[in-house]
C-alpha cells in the first residue's frame, strides 16, 4: 500500500468521525432549530471555513468539468438534504434510518454501471457485510410496521439517498482537478444559497439563539465542513467504492458517542453489528480484494 492509499484510508476514517459525531453535536439545538435552517447555516459556516485554505484549480476546467460542480452542488448540498428532511417529515425514524442506507447500494451501483468502477467478488461479499452492519445498526432488527408500505415521505428519502449517490461518483471526477478545500467551498456556498432561499421563499423564519450558536458552528466546521473535506480527499485516492464503505463506519461512531456523551446504551445486536463491519472493512482493506478503475471524462 502506497503512501497516497494510506492517506486516503486515513481520510476516509476520519470523514466517518466528524460525520458520525453530527447526532450528538445537534441533539442539543435540533429541538428548538428548524431542520432547513440549520442545514443552511451548516452548509454556509463550512464555506467561510475552508475559504482560507481554498487555492485555485489546479487544471483549466472545461464546460464539462463547471457542469459537474453545479451538479454536485445542487444534488448533494441542497436538493438532497432539503428531500431528506422532507421525507423525515413525513416518516417515522425507524423507517426513515434503514431508507438511508439505501445511499451505499446506490453509491456502488452507480460507480458499477456508469463509473466504470471494478469489484472482485470477495470485495462484494465485503461490502455485504458492511451494509447488513450497518442495518443492523441502524434498526436493531426493530423496523415499525409501516416499512412495506411506502409513503410519499419513503420516496423523498429514496430520492435523497439516489442524489446523494450521484454526488459521490461526480466528486470523484472532479476532486482530482481542483483543491479539495476549494471544492468543499464552491459546493457548500452554492448548496447553502439555494437553501436559504428555500427558507425565504417558504417563509421560514431565521430564528436562532446566542446560546446555539456554539453548536452550530461545531457542527458546521467539523460535522459537515470537515467530513466533506476528507471524505473528497479520500475519493481520489481510493476511489468512490472504498471510500463509501470505510464511510459507512459513521454510524459506529456515531453509536459510541451517543453512548460516551448521551449516555445511550448499545444494545447486543449493535456490538454484533459492529464486529460484521469491521470485518468488512478489513476485506475491503485487501489489495487483492478490490481494484478499481475510472474512466477520464
Given at each position: ?42 452548509y ?19 464546460k464539462k ?22 421525507g ?29 468502477e ?50 459521490n ?11 479539495t ?16 432561499g428555500?427558507?425565504f ?27 466533506l473535506?476528507?471524505?473528497l ?5 481510493i ?10 463506519m ?48
Amino acid at each position: 500500500m502506497n503512501k497516497s492509499e494510506v492517506t486516503g484510508y486515513t481520510s476516509a476514517m476520519i470523514a466517518a468521525v466528524f460525520f458520525g459525531a453530527v447526532p450528538t453535536l445537534a441533539k442539543p439545538v435540533m429541538s428548538n432549530i428548524n431542520v432547513l435552517l440549520l442545514s443552511s447555516i451548516a452548509y454556509l459556516i463550512a464555506a467561510l471555513t475552508f475559504t482560507p485554505m481554498a487555492k485555485k484549480a489546479k487544471t483549466a476546467f472545461s464546460k464539462k468539468d463547471y457542469i459537474i460542480l453545479v451538479t454536485v452542488s445542487v444534488c448533494g448540498a441542497a436538493v438532497a438534504p432539503y428531500l431528506y428532511f422532507l421525507g423525515l417529515h413525513q416518516s417515522s425514524a425507524a423507517d426513515t434510518s434503514l431508507l438511508s442506507n439505501v445511499e451505499i447500494m446506490f453509491t456502488v451501483l452507480f460507480g458499477l454501471i456508469f463509473f466504470k468502477e471494478r469489484l472482485r467478488p470477495v470485495g462484494f461479499i465485503a461490502v455485504a457485510m458492511v451494509i447488513l452492519g450497518v442495518v443492523i445498526i441502524t434498526t436493531d432488527f426493530r423496523l415499525s410496521g409501516s416499512f412495506l408500505q411506502l409513503n410519499v415521505g419513503h420516496f423523498f428519502i429514496l430520492g435523497s439517498m439516489a442524489l446523494w449517490a450521484l454526488d459521490n461518483n461526480l466528486s470523484r471526477i472532479i476532486s482530482v482537478k481542483m483543491d479539495t478545500a476549494r471544492l468543499v467551498q464552491l459546493k457548500s456556498i452554492i448548496g447553502g444559497l439555494i437553501l436559504l432561499g428555500t427558507l425565504f421563499l417558504l417563509g421560514i423564519p431565521f430564528d436562532i439563539t446566542p446560546s446555539q450558536i456554539p453548536y452550530v458552528i461545531l457542527l458546521s466546521a467539523i460535522g459537515f465542513g470537515g467530513s466533506l473535506y476528507f471524505f473528497l480527499q479520500s475519493l481520489k485516492r481510493i476511489g468512490t467504492i472504498r471510500t463509501i464503505v470505510i464511510f459507512s463506519m459513521s454510524s459506529v461512531f456515531g453509536l459510541v458517542f451517543a453512548s460516551v456523551f448521551l449516555h445511550e446504551q448499545i444494545s447486543l445486536y449493535q456490538t454484533i453489528a459492529i464486529a460484521i463491519m469491521l470485518v468488512g472493512i478489513y476485506m475491503i482493506n485487501r489489495k487483492e480484494s478490490l481494484k478499481e478503475k475510472i474512466e477520464t471524462l
